[in-house]
């Protein structure tokens, strides 16, 4: 297992993270259901083979994927590298969802409860509060750090002016700052790399890509002529969340096909290979529903992609520049 520091911290994760958000249905997204048995044969070999590092969020079938992971891990519970979050909707108490003080104090102990912990290593914002003052967010969490409850705090799904406000309030106001960025990317979802990347590097938050495989589909079982396989992902939920050119996206299958043949590998592997190539990223998120996929996805740990493919792949899946993205490039040099 390849281990990278998580942003500007002594923290070092695998770069393989295994999240959670597959182990349980229950909630507004249905990810994905699994028997506890093979919960506990995919926490085994992922342990077993130097995954040192776990995602979850308190809204993953509200604390139930907390939960399974915490009997999953066991007595090991202590020994790895968990993260969680908060923010989203947990019932239809108007303050149980959001970044306010109040929130945030009674999801840490809800979360530490179900985990089974004393602390939360790696706490993260889930997303951004438009209705609570980022002032009152980041002293809590700070408080949560100063009473031990929490060692490390992270941001995902924020945009990056949002990162940078942030952590210019933190500096200035001597707090322990954001560590990591947890974001969706993907060979179909590159956007981060305009403002969120370039604001991470800065500010030298790690980033955590999350859905690498686009939800399943980089894995190289769609196909056009069967778009939704039986029992995935896509065919079990009522929309894709999230959102791509199809015809693009057949086309670039056809083409990873033709990469993983020549290594002899899955599309699965080449598709997460990328992802790996980035300098940026500290850790994958995967996520899997059979010791099957994670055993598939994990193999990725002992090869790397040449430069010629990652290239050829950069340049089929380039993004269009957003304004003023394209206009600063042209202008850089001057
Ligand atoms: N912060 C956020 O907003 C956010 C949002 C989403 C996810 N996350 C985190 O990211 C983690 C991973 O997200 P994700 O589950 O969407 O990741 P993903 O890797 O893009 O998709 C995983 C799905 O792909 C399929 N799959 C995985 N490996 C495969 C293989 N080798 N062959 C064939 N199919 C394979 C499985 O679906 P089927 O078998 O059902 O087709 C599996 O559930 C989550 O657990 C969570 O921790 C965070």
């Known amino acids: ?112 409860k179900r985990l089974n912990r004393d602390y939360i290593d790696l706490y993260q914002l889930h997303w951004w509060d438009n209705y609570t003052p980022i002032e009152e967010t980041l002293q809590a969490l700070e408080d949560l750090v100063r009473q031990g409850k929490v060692r490390y705090v992270g941001i995902s799904d924020f945009a990056g002016w949002q990162i940078a406000k942030s952590v210019m309030i933190q500096r200035c106001k001597d707090y322990s700052p954001f560590i990591s960025a947890q974001m969706y990317y993907s060979l179909l979802g590159r956007d981060i790399e305009f403002e969120v990347v370039p604001a991470c590097k800065d500010l030298g938050l790690g980033v955590l890509a999350w ?41 670039l299958l056809d083409e990873l096909r033709k990469i993983a043949e020549k290594y002899n590998t899955s599309v699965a592997q080449v598709s997460l290979n990328w992802v790996k190539s980035k300098g940026f990223i500290s850790s994958i998120i995967i996520g899997v529903r059979s010791l099957e996929q994670l055993k598939d996805n994990l193999g990725i740990v002992n090869w790397d992609l040449k430069e010629e493919d990652i290239q050829y792949l950069d340049e089929i899946t380039e993004p269009e520049k957003p304004y003023p993205q394209w206009f600063l490039d042209m202008f850089a040099h001057l």
């Open 211 to 251: 859905s690498p495989l686009a939800g399943g589909f980089l894995s190289g079982k769609y196909t056009k002529d069967n778009p939704f396989p039986e029992d995935s992902r896509y065919s079990r939920m009522e929309r894709p969340f999230l959102r791509f050119d199809f015809e693009k996206a057949y086309f």
């Open 1 to 112: 297992m390849e281990y990278r520091f998580l942003g500007n911290s002594g923290l070092k994760v695998s770069v393989v993270c295994l999240g959670a958000m597959t182990f349980t249905e229950k909630g507004w997204r249905s990810a994905g259901k699994m028997d506890f048995k093979e919960i506990q044969r995919v926490v085994d070999y992922a342990l077993d083979h130097g995954v040192n590092f776990f995602d979850t969020a308190d809204i993953y079938a509200f604390g139930e994927s907390e939960e399974l992971l915490a009997k999953a891990l066991g007595k090991k519970v202590n020994d790895v590298i968990i993260a969680t979050k908060v923010r989203g909707v947990m019932s239809d108490d108007p303050n149980d969802r959001g970044l306010s003080r109040y929130h945030i104090f009674k999801s840490v102990d809800a979360s530490l």
